[in-house]
């Protein structure tokens, strides 16, 4: 191999392309041996085309900074990352007990509470937690889901092992970006494409709307669904409208809503007041309803909750459902899958230390400057320290902070997570990504054939959030059987 793949060097990452210097796996054999016929011109000119794509379809997303909020095209790299349809089966299978043994947690932490009865998780971790809703004490969503659309981020360890590194349970994002990834390629790759067999990404819409009718309060006739946006100035406020047209949705802002006498909620048209039966919801618990949670939010809709409790509005995801986002909480999981569902985890955690607990502590204090360590709550890649990555004076200042609120921290060891080559100025160099698949749950349970791969544009770095300088790539789960 040569031209773009002169000097790539797959380091001591596992990559999920190359088995060593200028040896493709398997599985991506096709495609490293189609870009091995392309001359660096010919890369520039779909790296071009990527960019051209992406303004045209608007697709940005929203970096919040001191000097203001910043509109920026969504950084795409035109490389993708390719898994076997034989690891994915496993994967998939992984997904739907992971979030199946969520809500049945979710469901216990708001009834029986057994699982802390029986000491498998201090009370004091969900007391003490800023997102267990005592409000939501008592309430049974239909199909006992809580959590009806989850993003699980995973990532792959220097020895190809796949684990799950946290999920994300309240308000995930993500997915919109990852059906226009499958846009541009196809408009990047169209030769390409013909000669591969990936599993399609694009019924995810479908998926979605499905889902939604399956927690609709009455299961006869067409529900009306919303889509529930802070508005414009949200970061993600491309994906709730890209959402909303895709599945044929309204979007609508809080002061769209109201809630009648009747517990109802109406949407606000030109026609009069029409009935909403099922409100996916892109707004935090606390902005949800002034009413009963802060009572400042002009984002919210009063009396929501109210006509929630009595059955008249379904609300995806529940709230009350981020109990179990919290990432202290992260740590039980593998014990839920066995208690819940008397079965052994699929898909493994990576080692977690609790910094509640006094030993966890001493030994994260001790090597701080060797983990990343974790806010429980917090999204985005903020707030957290990579221990590796780190100054001396910051790793000091880390460690007061750990201190004062020892509830609230994690650590976990530095994992040398996956590479995939990306296009850095007409050459490839590998770059650390992780992969967060969307699972649905309402009636049945899907899950993407794929998801949104993430990678760290940065050398070296290992964060992966767009808010953080990161990209995106295309994920292709490939049938070896048929290719």
């Known amino acids: 191999m ?21 040896q ?55 490389i993708p990352r390719i898994i076997d349809a034989r690891e994915w089966k496993i994967i998939n299978k ?21 699982f802390i009865k029986e000491n498998l998780i201090p009370q004091e971790i969900i007391s003490s937690s800023k997102n267990f809703r005592k409000e939501c004490v008592g309430i049974k969503p239909k199909h006992n889901v809580w959590a009806n659309i989850c993003g699980t981020d995973l990532v792959r360890d220097k020895n190809g092992v796949m684990y799950v590194l946290e999920d994300n349970l309240r308000v995930p994002s ?40 399956s927690i609709a309060p009455n299961p006869n006739g067409k529900p009306q669904i919303a889509v529930l946006t802070p508005g414009i100035y949200n970061s993600a406020y491309f994906e709730h409208a890209y959402l909303a047209q895709q599945m044929g949705a309204q979007l609508v802002e809080g002061s769209d809503l109201i809630v009648d006498d009747d ?62 986002d919290d990432k202290v909480v992260y740590a039980y999981v593998p014990e839920m899958i066995r208690y819940y569902l008397n079965e052994e985890p699929i898909l493994p955690n990576v080692e977690t230390y609790l910094c509640s607990n006094p030993d966890h502590l001493d030994y994260v204090l001790k090597h701080l400057a060797e983990l990343v360590v974790k806010p429980a709550n917090e999204s985005g890649g903020y ?8 100054t001396a004076k910051e790793v000091e200042a880390f460690r007061k902070v750990v201190i004062g609120n020892p509830r609230n921290y994690i650590a976990q060891p530095t994992l040398a997570i996956s590479t995939s080559p990306t296009l850095c100025k007409n050459k490839l160099e590998p770059r ?25 544009l940065k050398k070296g770095s290992l964060v992966v959030n767009s808010s953080q300088g990161g990209g995106s790539k295309d994920t292709w789960i490939i049938n070896m059987e048929t290719n």
């Open 383 to 390: 707030g957290m320290l990579v221990g590796p990555h780190a």
């Open 2 to 22: 040569s031209s773009i793949w002169e000097n790539y060097k797959t380091d001591n990452a596992y990559d999920e392309l190359m088995f060593a210097e200028y």
């Open 263 to 324: 517990d109802c909620v109406y949407m606000r048209t030109i026609e009069g007041h029409e009935k909403v039966d099922v409100i996916y919801r892109r707004i935090d618990d606390d902005f949800l309803d002034p009413e009963v949670f802060r009572k400042d939010s002009i984002l919210g809709v009063p009396g929501l909750m109210r006509a929630w409790k009595a059955g008249n509005v379904a609300l995806a995801n529940a709230p009350g459902a981020g109990v179990a």
């Open 94 to 114: 992984g997904l739907k007990q992971r979030l199946t043994a969520l809500n049945c947690f979710i469901s216990d932490v708001y009834d029986q509470q057994t």
């Open 432 to 456: 650390h990504i992780d992969l967060r698949p969307f699972i649905l749950q309402g009636e049945n349970t899907f899950v993407t054939a794929g998801g949104l791969t993430r990678v760290a």
């Open 174 to 213: 993500g997915v919109s970006y990852m059906l226009e990834n499958r846009i541009i390629t196809k408009r990047v790759f169209p030769e390409l494409l013909q000669d591969i067999e990936i599993l399609p990404i694009d019924d995810y819409p479908t998926q979605l709307h499905e889902m939604l009718c």
């Open 24 to 78: 493709p796996r398997a599985v991506s054999h096709t495609l490293c041996q189609y870009l091995n016929t392309l001359n660096r011109e010919d890369i520039d000119k779909r790296k071009t085309a990527a960019e051209l794509a992406i303004l045209e379809m608007g697709i940005t997303f929203t970096v919040y900074s001191d000097e203001g909020n910043i509109d920026r095209a969504w950084p795409f790299d035109i």
